[in-house]
């Protein structure tokens, strides 16, 4: 019988292009995934690679800029703070714009429901939506229609997706984990760049609204993204502590914000640099 492989790719926002590098040292390596789940940005590379286009989206996020990142985000106070029309018409025509059955490996996503907290799996119909939904993190991005129920980030009950791999059949399940060196750190790290650079976008954004911050604070994405990253990583740890994966990959991507989608350059090595630090492990668990 064949053994499946099932990839786990956890939510991290921005830090999610790191995904792009685990995926690149894991073929290298000759570990190929029968089956690939994902939350939030974990999904949108997951789904990209099941397409067949995860050469086009590294292409596309090396070359972003700063600009281009605000660009392709709009101000909104309607269910969030800001607007991914853009951003997800752009992804969309580019590389995912299909249904699940149409993908070329099997590919599924989590979801959480605002009304009642319980975890959504999300593994037919529009891929587009489930994208959406899968990514869309409370307080910054609206929610999403489904089925009749909104649908906000499933980083809110499971970051790294371990269960919903083993559910679509994975014997072994290798996961990774984009929030292991965050806690304690990333509140510290985004004071030190207020006060070389200043506000960030955000509050550049409502300052021209005549939103005012108030001084000796964190900046409010700061404050959001520090909290949003200490949520997700202690659910991560307590659903992995459940429900452990077989391998364990854990890049160190405590230096990257919240946003900075930017900076995929960085996170892209450091993906396949932690795939490289434990692939003796991984070969390990394959062989037995």
Same mark, same amino acid.
């Given at each position: 019988?064949?053994?499946?492989?099932?990839?786990?790719?956890?939510?991290?926002?921005?830090?999610?292009?790191?995904?792009?590098?685990?995926?690149?040292?894991?073929?290298?390596?000759?570990?190929? %995934?029968?089956?690939?789940?994902?939350?939030?940005?974990?999904?949108?590379?997951?789904?990209?690679?099941?397409?067949?286009?995860?050469?086009?989206?590294?292409?596309?996020?090396?070359?972003?800029?700063?600009?281009?990142?605000?660009?392709?985000?709009?101000?909104?106070?309607?269910?969030?703070?800001?607007?991914?029309?853009?951003?997800?018409?752009?992804? +969309?025509?580019?590389?995912?714009?299909?249904?699940?059955?149409?993908?070329?490996?099997?590919?599924?996503?989590?979801?959480? +429901?605002?009304?009642?907290?319980? +975890?959504?799996?999300?593994?037919?119909?529009?891929?587009?939506?489930?994208?959406?939904?899968?990514?869309?993190?409370?307080?910054?991005?609206? %929610?999403?229609?489904?089925?009749?129920?909104?649908?906000?980030?499933?980083?809110?009950?499971?970051?790294?997706?371990?269960?919903?791999?083993?559910?679509?059949?994975?014997?072994?399940?290798?996961?990774?984990?984009?929030?292991?060196?965050?806690?304690?750190?990333?509140?510290?790290?985004?004071?030190?760049? &207020? &006060?070389?650079?200043?506000?960030?976008?955000?509050?550049?954004?409502?300052?021209?609204?005549?939103?005012?911050?108030?001084?000796?604070? %964190?900046?409010?994405?700061?404050?959001?993204?520090?909290?949003?990253?200490?949520?997700?990583?202690?659910?991560?740890?307590?659903?992995?502590?459940? +429900?452990?994966?077989?391998?364990?990959?854990?890049?160190?991507? @405590?230096?990257?914000?919240?946003?900075?989608?930017?900076?995929?350059?960085?996170?892209?090595? &450091?993906?396949?640099? @932690?795939?490289?630090?434990?692939?003796? @492990?991984? &070969?390990?668990?394959?062989?037995?």
């Amino acid at each position: 019988m064949k053994t499946i492989i099932g990839l786990a790719l956890g939510a991290g926002s921005a830090r999610g292009w790191a995904h792009i590098g685990v995926l690149r040292a894991l073929t290298e390596a000759g570990v190929v %995934p029968d089956v690939v789940c994902g939350c939030s940005s974990g999904a949108m590379v997951g789904a990209a690679y099941a397409n067949g286009d995860i050469d086009e989206l590294e292409e596309w996020v090396s070359r972003m800029t700063w600009k281009q990142v605000v660009g392709l985000l709009d101000l909104s106070f309607s269910g969030g703070l800001l607007n991914r029309d853009k951003l997800f018409t752009f992804f +969309e025509s580019h590389f995912i714009g299909k249904d699940f059955s149409e993908l070329s490996v099997p590919f599924a996503c989590v979801a959480t +429901e605002l009304a009642t907290g319980r +975890e959504v799996w999300l593994r037919d119909g529009p891929l587009s939506t489930a994208l959406r939904a899968t990514s869309a993190l409370p307080g910054l991005f609206p %929610p999403v229609s489904r089925d009749g129920r909104l649908l906000v980030d499933g980083g809110l009950v499971d970051p790294v997706p371990v269960s919903l791999c083993r559910a679509l059949g994975a014997h072994i399940v290798i996961a990774v984990d984009l929030g292991s060196d965050i806690v304690g750190s990333s509140l510290r790290r985004n004071l030190t760049e &207020e &006060e070389k650079q200043g506000p960030g976008w955000t509050d550049k954004l409502l300052g021209s609204l005549g939103v005012k911050r108030n001084d000796g604070l %964190p900046s409010v994405t700061s404050v959001l993204s520090t909290s949003i990253q200490i949520m997700q990583t202690r659910i991560a740890r307590s659903r992995m502590a459940g +429900e452990p994966p077989d391998i364990l990959i854990s890049p160190r991507l @405590a230096h990257l914000g919240l946003m900075d989608y930017h900076r995929a350059t960085e996170a892209i090595p &450091e993906g396949a640099a @932690a795939v490289k630090r434990i692939l003796p @492990a991984i &070969e390990h668990v394959l062989k037995q």
